[in-house]
């Protein structure tokens, strides 16, 4: 192995060990709690149990899971692409921005779990409600997001853009919408963690299939090794999507200042050793 690739497994290393010793605390504090006697073993499932369970049903569980992420990703799409046009609207059109922003608002703060039957009663137990409840709860924090991040560009910089000639469909493909990627891609990985959320919300409210189905039926058959094994895949679903998009962000925003402060400090690091 060479010292490049020594130095990449030392900093992969340097950045789980203190996630990996945390989670590893959690699971040892769940098992004590479960050992002790501290919570009745039909409340709360042993770690033991609840992942032998997650082996030994995981081709029941894999088929639901990947509903679920279906869903997720169809709603987050969704939410994504709407949300950068309707930011880019917003931004470039004062009376769009002063007409939407308080509907927006509005919707957002809508118990989304209040309103999902409704969804249900109008289309149906297919695929449909539980995509629509995704990319409501994905929506607004990519409008959001990409608003800010449109409107933080250095007006020295559009400036000079307009005073060499370019247009604004120029302006916006050259210096806008790079700018604005670093918080579009906060954005992105707020929201889909929360399309997770939504597909799921959607599964409890009328469907047959998907992880949300899986906790239901759980949760009414006091199946909690069940419950739990749900509860972890859903999380995973949700950790791995948020890493994709992390490392999109870093293969397409090296130039960002966050990712050169990284990169400035592992130099100077070797430098000093």
Same mark, same amino acid.
């Given at each position: 192995m060479d010292k490049v690739q020594a130095d990449r497994?030392?900093?992969? #290393?340097?950045?789980?060990?203190?996630?990996? #010793? %945390?989670? #590893?605390?959690?699971?040892?504090?769940?098992? %004590?709690?479960?050992?002790?006697? %501290?919570?009745?073993?039909?409340?709360?499932?042993?770690p033991a149990k609840t992942f032998g369970l997650l082996v030994d049903k995981w081709s029941y569980l894999w088929g639901h899971t990947w509903v679920t992420t279906y869903e997720t990703i169809l709603g987050f799409v969704i939410a994504g692409v709407l949300g950068v046009l309707v930011a880019v609207a917003m931004v470039y059109s004062r009376t769009i921005e002063s007409t939407a922003y308080p509907i927006l608002l509005f919707a957002q703060v809508i118990p989304k779990i209040a309103i999902a039957p409704l969804f249900v009663v109008w289309l149906g137990f297919g695929l449909e409600p539980k995509v629509i409840v995704a990319v409501l709860m994905a929506f607004f924090p990519v409008v959001i997001s990409t608003v800010t991040g449109l409107k933080s560009v250095d007006t020295e910089m559009l400036d000079l853009a307009a005073t060499m000639g370019g247009g604004p469909v120029k302006t916006f493909v050259k210096i806008r919408f790079p700018a604005a990627l670093p918080h579009l891609f906060a954005g992105l990985k707020v929201a889909v963690t929360l399309a997770v959320t939504g597909a799921v919300v959607g599964e409890f409210v009328g469907s047959n299939e998907g992880l949300g189905y899986v906790i239901l039926q759980a949760n009414g058959n006091m199946d909690t090794p069940m419950l739990f094994a749900g509860l972890i895949v859903i999380s995973v679903v949700g950790v791995l999507l948020f890493l994709l998009l992390d490392l999109a962000e870093r293969l397409m925003l090296p130039w960002h200042a966050s990712r050169r402060g990284a990169a400035v400090t592992t130099l100077l690091a070797k430098g000093g050793s």
């Open positions: 497994w030392r900093g992969v #290393a340097e950045r789980t060990w203190r996630p990996a #010793a %945390l989670l #590893a605390a959690c699971l040892a504090v769940w098992h %004590l709690i479960t050992v002790t006697g %501290l919570v009745e073993a039909y409340l709360v499932p042993s």
